[in-house]
């Protein structure tokens, strides 16, 4: 049996581009295309940072965004921690939601990392040293 041409399928290209070169064109009536008014640029208002936006709370409290997710009440900002901290903070987590007896709020790593900064910043007056050990250590007392 004979193998069939792809350009049998397909046609000639080069018959067929010869063809509508030659083609006269049709003309067809122009409809015009009615074009709509521009509408009027709307007053755009700066858009607040994310910490103007919140409102302010005790500081133990966290910020209300108006009854949208919790973890979105939160700024963003990113960490660099030890395997063994994200291993520790991951398994206190989990210990902490196990335990718990009234229901409430999910305990997250991020949960225990702001309790932890929340620490920090409320002995920032002791703080002293030149490197992490040092920073810790005047902390940790």
């Given at each position: 049996?004979?193998?069939?041409k792809l350009t049998?399928?397909?046609?000639?290209?080069?018959?067929?581009?010869?063809?509508a070169i030659v083609r006269e064109p049709v003309?067809?009536?122009?409809?015009?295309?009615?074009?709509?008014?521009p509408a009027p640029a709307p007053e755009i208002a700066p858009a607040p940072s994310s910490r103007a936006a919140?409102?302010?709370?005790?500081?133990?409290?966290a910020p209300d965004v108006g009854g949208g997710a919790h973890y979105l009440s939160f700024v963003r900002k990113e960490t660099r921690?030890?395997?063994?901290?994200?291993?520790?903070l991951a398994a206190k987590a989990r210990q902490i939601n196990r335990n718990k007896t009234d229901g409430g709020e999910r305990i997250t790593d991020n949960t225990?990392?702001?309790i932890a900064v929340?620490?920090?910043?409320?002995?920032?007056?002791?703080?002293?040293?030149?490197t992490e050990d040092q920073l810790r250590n005047s902390v940790s007392s």
């Open positions: 049996m004979a193998r069939t049998q399928l397909l046609g000639d290209p080069k018959r067929e581009a010869a063809q003309m067809t009536e122009s409809v015009p295309v009615p074009v709509p008014a919140v409102k302010q709370k005790e500081p133990n409290e921690l030890r395997g063994d901290q994200m291993d520790a225990l990392i702001r929340d620490l920090l910043l409320a002995r920032a007056d002791n703080l002293a040293g030149s």
